[in-house]
């Protein structure tokens, strides 16, 4: 028993510590391929890894965690858009596990997660802008892109989890 819960926080850590590096990382990536990565929904693909080869609690500091760190680390993006990023990767996280529970359907709860997450993202986001607390578009990344991010997440969760089975809830 010590040893596979001693096995669980390594890997947890480890997938942490790659998700931390990556999100601190991610401007010189981007710059070094010449594509801007965080089209591509970085912060929500590490906790997707999360959901996927961790115990649930791990999603949950990881919805907290990388918004605070690009903030820190990159100052981007603004103190407001970082508790937007955080309030919408805990309802994510929030929502996923507990659709998951009720339906035992990974592919519809990731898919219902994240779409919901978005349309409260977006509403407190246009919320923001009316308010002219943020500056800018609402919509800074491209509504293609968005989709294909979120079938791509929700088909892997569901494959993951049909041939892994589901994390412990521990």
Same mark, same amino acid.
């Given at each position: ?5 001693? /096995?669980? =926080?390594?890997?947890? @850590? %480890?997938?942490?510590? #790659? ?6 990382? +991610? !401007?010189? *990536? ?58 919408? /990767?805990? =309802?994510?996280?929030? @929502? %996923?596990?507990?659709? #998951? ?6 592919? +519809? !709860?990731? *898919? ?59």
């Amino acid at each position: 028993m010590k040893t596979k819960v001693t /096995l669980s =926080i390594s890997g947890s @850590l %480890f997938i942490d510590a #790659l998700a931390v590096l990556f999100i601190i990382f +991610l !401007s010189d *990536l981007s710059e070094f391929i010449g594509y801007p990565l965080y089209n591509l929904e970085p912060m929500r693909m590490m906790v997707v890894l999360a959901f996927a080869f961790t115990p649930r609690w791990n999603s949950w500091i990881l919805a907290l965690l990388l918004p605070l760190v690009s903030y820190y680390f990159g100052a981007h993006p603004s103190m407001i858009k970082t508790g937007l990023m955080i309030i919408e /990767l805990l =309802i994510n996280v929030g @929502l %996923f596990w507990f659709l #998951l529970d009720k339906t035992r359907f990974s592919l +519809l !709860s990731m *898919l219902l997660s994240i779409l919901f997450s978005k349309a409260v993202y977006y509403l407190l986001k246009y919320l923001c802008l009316e308010q002219q607390w943020l500056s800018g578009d609402l919509v800074s990344t491209p509504l293609d892109i968005q989709v294909i991010t979120t079938i791509a997440f929700s088909i892997f969760v569901f494959i993951v989890f049909l041939t892994r089975g589901r994390p412990a809830k521990h």
